[in-house]
């Protein structure tokens, strides 16, 4: 996001720092997380809607056809819908594609939370496209997801990355979320400027939901509010030459941050940057707020909702840092464009 490139550099080295301190067989995000999880099994269908379902998200009937793992029921629940709109007659250049990257690692809980999993890339992306209006429809699944610490004393908390394309018969948008969990506890009243003798780990709310210190020249409008129950909430939206960027910021009261972002520049084959493919945005502040709400992005999920969710979304691009790299893209760079943020740091 533009803005960030003014008002977020602080806070993002904060979190290379927090990263720096989790130790190196975290890597950049999930290298322990690969390392620990345990690979969930595809289940082969050889019905027809099984089928169906490989090929990409099932949709019948305005419906998400989910198939538990352990019987032949379909489980329905509400998602967005092929458009009926017709698509528009201009050609736009070939998507960047994706390849179907197989199954994700899941990264067991302990503790507390012995007997979950850390929400996953799929489990991510499906709560995403079934918060998203109706209407349209969408495809380009990717995201990846792992275990990470925010201070000094490791805190072992879930930072899940996800991506897809919105179209509503008028030309693509990239909706992305980022969800960290417990990154709330880092935060304190007022502003934290570096500086010496300070605690590099510690962001002031005034920092990131405070709208008169989002200063870009692209920010078109912003509006930060304190909800009635303690969370955090900032909406912006910014515009830089063809490219419209819808950001929505929420802290929860249970420390978790979500953040739901729409762009109509999207990845292109043979680009070594994203492209605005239409005027403006399909998707509104409160239609992406709505989906920054959503009750499905928990940092712990169930073993079977996260097998559910793998078997619904297909195909699925792993987009971990560096592990692949989708077709059509010349370099290591191109890939990083197509995830919802390789850091645990961006900020809208």
């Known amino acids: 996001m533009n803005e960030s490139d003014v008002d977020g550099r602080k806070l993002s080295a904060t979190f290379e720092r927090a990263l720096d301190g989790v130790g190196a067989d975290l890597g ?11 690979s969930i099994r595809r289940r082969r269908r050889t019905t027809a809607a ?12 305005g419906a998400l056809t989910l198939r538990p793992g352990g019987g032949n029921a379909a489980v329905t629940v509400q998602a967005p819908t092929a458009s009926a709109s017709p698509m528009p007659s201009r050609a736009f250049p070939q998507l960047l594609q994706k390849s179907d990257t197989g199954p994700e690692r899941l990264d067991p809980g302990t503790g507390a939370q012995q007997g979950s999993v850390a929400l996953t890339g799929h489990a991510a992306v499906l709560t995403l496209a079934r918060a998203l209006p109706p209407g ?39 909706v992305g ?3 960290d969990g ?7 009243p007022g502003s934290y400027p570096p500086g010496p003798g300070q605690d590099p780990y510690v962001i002031g709310y005034d920092d990131e939901y405070d709208c008169t210190k989002t200063v ?4 078109r409008s912003c509006s930060a509010t304190v909800l009635p129950d ?30 739901v972002t729409a762009t109509n520049s999207v990845p292109v084959a043979d ?16 239609q992406l707020q709505t989906a920054a709400m959503a009750a499905g992005f928990h940092e712990w999920i169930t073993p079977e909702e996260a097998e559910r969710a793998e078997e619904a979304v297909r195909p699925f691009h792993d987009d971990t840092p560096g592990k692949n790299m989708p077709s059509g893209t010349g370099s290591g760079a191109n890939a990083g464009a197509a995830t919802a943020g390789p850091t645990p740091g961006g900020k809208g």
């Open 28 to 38: 950049p995000l999930v290298a322990g997380a690969a390392e620990r999880g345990r």
């Open 216 to 219: 870009a020249p692209n920010i």
């Open 182 to 188: 417990g990154i709330g506890a880092l935060y304190r």
């Open 50 to 61: 099984g089928a169906a379902a490989v090929a990409a998200v099932l949709v019948v009937g």
């Open 271 to 286: 680009s070594r940057k994203p492209q605005p493919l239409r005027e403006g945005l399909p998707l509104s502040l409160d």
């Open 136 to 174: 349209g429809h969408t495809s380009g699944f990717s995201g990846y997801s792992g275990v990470v610490g925010w201070t000094e004393a490791p805190t072992r908390n879930v930072a899940a990355r996800a991506t897809l394309l919105y179209d509503d018969g008028t030309g693509p948008v990239e």
């Open 177 to 179: 979320v980022e969800v």
């Open 230 to 259: 303690g969370g955090h909430l900032k909406l912006t939206e910014s515009v830089l030459d063809r490219v419209t960027t819808r950001t929505v910021n929420l802290l929860r009261p249970d420390n978790t941050r979500v953040i």
